[in-house]
């Protein structure tokens, strides 16, 4: 409860038990407060966990459903030392948020994973332990976790211990996650179905499982495979960015949450169902980390979607890049590219008619007199995409124009050719 809501909850008492006052409004009083309390009782403890754009905006639909929570504990990182030679401080966005609402408590976890895995969780939760025996419960001296404590994670970028979801029933460990579970899988969903060119997409609220690991090779079985409390399916727009997906998707799963949430305040245990599907002939695709590799692209072999797809899903983390054939695919020749755009068949014919037919080949014009020169890739395939700014190994971002200038070794017919080999 906020200070303003306890100091004219205060000024309101002392009008009704002022001298004047009448038994009855002393009465009235009183039975108030004790349905107020009651309500208060009621309410849930959240432990909210997160980092990024994404944990912001479901803890924005959290925050402002204030019917559901009584106390709401932030976890996130700490400020960090990133870049060469630590130059920049990464602040996460769930921090600055956190310290701008009210009655909100904001705690911080160890920069390392191993730090990570000793630590504890704050109180209110810390004093509590969930046993799934009976052995287990002969030797456990806390007390069980009351149903009104929740845990929730969204975004968080690490993986919980048995010891940390512990703290909570099975029941009050939800995970807010961007895809159509079983689908996606993993910390990039986002990614890889803007990258996989899915019509649909969707947002789930899961119950966490223990993260075990089988062996040496297998990924850790548990994670994004609980029951799923609820879902929604969202179209995918085919030009729709990461940020576009990820902004949407949050805002979604936060109201998602609250649903779930204000089901558990009303003693509704609500519907589960689990994401093991015995009988369907779908291929489950994963969502695994982005790596440098995957920003990687060859427009001799893949097609113009394919390459867009790829810059609107990840390049926000990992900007897209490619070679010069000519250079045979020399790490330090790398080039970045940057400002995508999908050029509809049929809308230049002044391009279509300049660019070689060779996949990979490229020419630097404009598309309108007057208009800015931008580099025109041909594809595998035929599709055609256009940069607006190049960056060069070792060099700053340049405008397509100013970098094609300085190219000193093109082809006789003007073009040059992009892709890891000749």
Not at 34 to 50: C, I
Request: proline share 7%; charged share 25%; aromatic share 6%.
């Amino acid at each position: 409860m906020s200070l303003t809501r306890l100091l004219g909850f205060g000024r309101w008492r002392r009008a009704i038990l002022s001298p004047s006052g009448s038994t009855a409004a002393r009465r009235c009083f009183h039975s108030s407060r004790q349905h107020h309390n009651a309500l208060e009782s009621e309410k849930l403890k959240v432990l909210f966990m997160g980092r990024d754009e994404f944990s912001c905006l479901v803890l924005r639909e959290l925050y402002a459903a204030s019917d559901v929570w009584q106390e709401l504990v932030v976890v996130t990182n700490q400020d960090q030392r990133v870049g060469r030679r630590a130059s920049q401080v990464s602040v996460s966005p769930l921090k600055l948020l956190a310290q701008d609402l009210k009655n909100v408590w904001l705690e911080y976890i160890p920069d390392t994973k191993p730090e990570f895995r000793k630590w504890e969780l704050p109180a209110p939760f810390s004093s509590y332990r969930y046993s799934s025996s009976e052995h287990e419960n002969g030797i456990n001296h806390e007390p069980p976790p009351p149903s009104q404590h929740v845990l929730v994670t969204a975004s968080f970028g690490r993986i919980l211990t048995r010891k940390h979801l512990s703290r909570f029933l099975p029941s009050r460990r939800l995970n807010v996650h961007p895809s159509l579970l079983p689908q996606y899988r993993g910390p990039a969903p986002i990614q890889h179905s803007i990258m996989n060119g899915d019509p649909e997409t969707g947002v789930c609220v899961i119950e966490m499982l223990d993260a075990v690991k089988k062996d040496a090779v297998s990924p850790k079985a548990g994670i994004d495979a609980g029951d799923i409390w609820a879902s929604m399916k969202m179209a995918q727009p085919a030009t729709a960015d990461f940020a576009q997906m990820r902004d949407a998707l949050a805002v979604e799963g936060g109201k998602l949450l609250v649903g779930v949430l204000r089901k558990m305040k009303q003693g509704i245990e609500g519907t589960r169902r689990s994401q093991i599907q015995p009988d369907s002939q779908v291929a489950l695709r994963p969502a695994p980390m982005i790596h440098l590799q995957d920003a990687f692209v060859d427009p001799a072999k893949m097609v113009a979607e394919q390459v867009c797809q790829k810059w609107r899903a990840i390049a926000h983390q990992r900007p897209i890049f490619t070679y010069r054939a000519e250079h045979h695919g020399e790490k330090d020749k790398a080039v970045q590219l940057h400002g995508l755009q999908l050029l509809p068949p049929g809308s230049s014919s002044h391009v279509e008619a300049a660019l070689p037919q060779e996949p990979g080949s490229a020419i630097c014009t404009s598309t309108e007199k007057g208009q800015p020169k931008r580099i025109f890739v041909r594809c595998e395939g035929g599709g055609i995409f256009a940069l607006s700014s190049v960056k060069p190994a070792g060099k700053p971002v340049l405008p397509a124009a100013d970098y094609w200038n300085g190219i000193k070794d093109k082809r006789k017919d003007g073009s040059i050719k992009f892709g890891s080999t000749l």
